[in-house]
């Protein structure tokens, strides 16, 4: 079974915009949060010290369901979706109590630098690819 993790968190005045409610771009934050507690929960760092790789984003998406505001509790639902041989797909849910305030999307690629700092896709390193799944 994929790696699943349920991330809290509490809104935070800075995150919302003159209309009091948070601004679109922060849901890709929270996403982006409830993945790194994702990779902790499962032993790991999205910045692996024993490995030289990176994960940058290739894709994302957000479906906006209903507006969060200041102050308001919610939680992040996000599970490894897919595993291929250079990329990793998240999706995510983003819930208030029973509602679904959002829901998103994710895909990383596995990539790594070289001496004269050219990223190139790679392959996942497979501890990392038993702990996710």
């Known amino acids: 079974m994929p790696a699943r993790f349920r991330y809290s968190r509490r809104v935070q005045f800075h ?18 949060e409830a993945e790194h507690a994702l990779w902790r929960s499962v032993g790991m760092s999205i ?60 895909t990383s690629a596995c990539v790594t630098r070289d001496a004269d700092h050219v990223v190139r896709s790679t392959a996942i390193p497979d501890d990392i690819v038993r702990r996710l799944q």
């Open 47 to 106: 910045v692996p010290e024993t490995e030289d790789v990176g994960f940058p984003r290739v894709a994302v998406s957000c479906d906006f369901k209903a507006p969060l505001a200041f102050e308001e509790e919610f939680e992040v639902d996000i599970r490894v979706e897919a595993i291929g041989r250079r990329s990793i797909r998240y999706s995510c849910t983003i819930v208030k109590g029973e509602q679904v305030m959002a829901t998103g999307s994710m």
């Open 15 to 32: 995150e919302t915009d003159l209309a009091g409610i948070v601004h679109f771009s922060w849901y890709f934050r929270y996403m982006e």
